[in-house]
């Protein structure tokens, strides 16, 4: 029986990809689905349970290099050796075709629920009614999950519950946008949909959505769009509001933002303490760091079987056996696989007291070397970061038998394998040594955890009431507590310093200002810290428009205390030193220049014109949403005409090919 389901999961799985790729370049994606569907499929259970499971296409379901912990990447946490153009104004352009803007997804959601549900309510499937019922809400959550992308891509984005047939005036009509609130809303239905049909323990365990996952997900787009809608609100990027492109285009529309975000505030908030009640977050041993290999909390990132841990809500298994391998600790725990953390979000980190870094008393050791920066903080950064002399792995040793220690990071060796800040990431790393083999990797990856939710009702409670009320006040404090820091949150809101904040924490700002509410601040602080290196960083910093200050402002990424005692850890066999400063005459630099700072600037390495990001990452307001590419505008316009299109272009986007955003 799990053969057949395999061998079913695989043919499905290559449909599935089939119909992505024939559509993406077609109007709405409209290949029939009929043509290559046998007319007898989703008459069972196991073909619904294939189908869903084959459609999964979480970004935690890729293995390639340092795989969810390198999403962070090209953001105030962390840094990769390249850069992205969003930071380069002009540089990330309209394209031709492609892009955010496809329906490849949403069809295969939509035939399939067209086509499952009346045969599910006929009785026409065979199989356990309760797992028939699970797939059909699969089904509903998948819808939501690729609308979601569109919203946070795109904003404001057509509505379709249905496949289309090939008719050129219907298919214009329906590709009309509705706001996004609008959009925001049709999701929370579908899963409203998926929550009532899911059940709290799927079949094939936590590798499969269950009821606890769609409400965690359902409190992540309600709390989304409701502090996008605060945060942007009087710009072009919420509906309704001055130069919004969607006014004359738009119909039946109108729009009370208060009542919205309210709307959107309170169902976070329900949704999420329905998840925060029920699941426990796993227990931290408060270890050192040296060795972690015991302790649920670290382990929970890198096990193989995550079943066993209560907060992790969905995750990827993966079977080297069947050519699904993991490579993230062929990277995290040999090298730094290319990426690092920023000095930004590791001064962020809090004391074990409760202090900022800054604040007169806090015991902080100074940063002239890892350990030190490590000592006395918050307990998920001694977890979570490497330090030279640390254990690396428990079943094998030297020669000599001493233990195998994570050595000194490597900021000047080879692109791929480089610790780009000197700041190195931890979580996810295991100390088995066969899981460091890239292609025997058979590390878990986490999909949704329980701690979000947590997170995410103090954020909305507190944005809705004001207050830290009773709900939040616990949830925080388990949070911190779980952290090894001390769970009195006032006393880290009393010595807040925004000002010393803001030099190194996007997220300090909200519409070019520096945040004047130290609590709302630390709410920010506190899911930039429990979900570091999880790939929720430039989300985040959208929805709260925390990044208009670097259109007049760049800020310039660091790294390590390069230049301090730590830069005699690169000397080679003669005694001389191998790092090169940036532009050093006839020699290619490895490092940035000591006189200019103190720590290391791996974007200052390279001074040529071709680094476009050497004087700092900078942003365009545009930048908040994606382009639409040319090709869509060509394809529902009746005439031919980009102008005449009945969509419309998002805010400070052209409507040509190949340009900048207009700001």
């Not at 007898?40 to 293995?63: M, R």
């Amino acid at each position: 029986m799990k053969k057949s389901f395999r061998y079913k999961l695989y043919v499905i799985a290559a449909l599935v990809g089939l119909w992505g790729v024939t559509g993406c370049n077609d109007f709405l994606d409209r290949e029939p689905l009929s043509d290559i569907t046998p007319s007898n499929y989703f008459s069972s259970e196991a073909d619904l349970a294939a189908y869903t499971i084959a459609a999964y296409s979480f970004p935690t379901h890729s293995g390639f290099n340092v795989g969810t912990f390198g999403y962070d990447n090209h953001t105030d946490n962390q840094a990769t050796s390249g850069y992205a153009v969003r930071w380069v104004p002009g540089e990330w352009r309209v394209p031709q075709s492609g892009g955010s803007w496809g329906f490849g997804g949403i069809r295969q959601a939509n035939y399939y629920l067209e086509t499952v549900v009346p045969r599910w309510k006929e009785g026409k499937i065979t199989g356990s009614a309760g797992n028939i019922a699970h797939y059909v809400g699969e089904g509903y959550f998948l819808r939501a999950y690729e609308y979601f992308g569109k919203v946070q891509a795109l904003g404001d984005f057509p509505i379709i519950r249905k496949t289309l047939p090939d008719q050129m005036e219907e298919l214009i009509a329906v590709s009309r946008r509705r706001p996004r609130n609008e959009v925001a809303r049709f999701i929370l239905s579908d899963l409203d949909s998926a929550i009532m049909l899911l059940q709290s323990a799927p079949p094939g365990g936590k590798n499969r959505i269950s009821k606890n996952a769609a409400l965690l997900f359902k409190s992540r787009v309600a709390l989304h769009e409701a502090t996008w809608l605060t945060y942007h609100r009087g710009t072009p990027q919420v509906p309704g509001g001055p130069g919004w492109p969607g006014t004359g285009k738009v119909e039946n529309f109108s729009i009370n933002l208060d009542e919205e975000i309210n709307f959107f505030l309170t169902q976070a908030m329900e949704a999420a303490e329905q998840v925060a009640d029920a699941v426990p977050l796993v227990t931290n041993i408060k270890d050192d760091g040296y060795n972690s290999s015991t302790n649920p909390y670290f382990t929970m990132f890198s096990d193989q079987n995550m079943e066993k841990y209560s907060e992790v809500l969905l995750w990827r298994q993966y079977d080297p056996s069947l050519g699904i391998n993991n490579n993230v600790n062929h990277y995290i725990n040999q090298n730094g696989g290319n990426t690092g953390y920023t000095r930004g979000l590791i001064d962020n980190f809090l004391m074990a007291n409760g202090l900022p870094i800054y604040a007169a008393g806090s015991g902080y050791q100074g940063d002239d070397y890892i350990k030190d920066v490590k000592a006395a903080r918050d307990n998920r950064l001694q977890l979570f970061m490497k330090a030279p002399g640390e254990l690396r792995l428990t079943d094998l040793t030297n020669k000599d038998g001493s233990p195998i220690l994570i050595g000194h990071p490597d900021i000047i060796g080879l692109q791929e394998t480089r610790d780009v800040t000197g700041y190195s990431v931890k979580k996810g790393m295991t100390y088995q040594y066969d899981q460091t083999q890239g292609s025997m990797g058979a590390t878990g990856s986490i999909v949704f955890r329980a701690a979000e939710a947590y997170l995410n009702y103090i954020e909305a409670s507190y944005l809705r009431e004001g207050m830290i009320n009773g709900k939040a006040d616990q949830y925080w404090k388990a949070i911190r507590e779980r952290a090894g820091v001390n769970p009195d949150y006032t006393i880290t809101i009393n010595a807040t310093n925004m000002a010393e904040e803001a030099k190194n924490d996007f997220a300090a700002y909200s519409a070019g200002q520096v945040l004047s509410d130290a609590t709302l601040y630390n709410i920010r602080r506190e899911r930039r810290d429990e979900l570091m290196a999880e790939g929720m960083r430039y989300t985040d910093l959208k929805r709260w428009r925390a990044l208009d200050q670097l259109k007049t402002d760049p800020f310039i990424i660091e790294g390590f205390k390069v230049w301090g005692p730590m830069h005699e850890w690169y000397v080679g066999e003669d005694g001389n030193s191998l790092l090169i400063e940036a532009d050093t005459p006839g020699k290619t630099a490895n490092v940035s220049k000591e006189s200019e700072s103190s720590y290391l600037r791996p974007y200052r390495i390279n001074l040529s014109p071709s680094n476009m990001v050497k004087d700092g990452y900078r942003w365009a307001y545009a930048h908040y949403l994606d382009p639409i590419a040319i090709q869509h505008f060509l394809i529902t316009s009746p005439s031919g005409d980009v102008s005449s299109s009945v969509i419309y272009q998002n805010p400070g986007w052209p409507l040509e090919a190949n340009v900048g955003a207009l700001e």
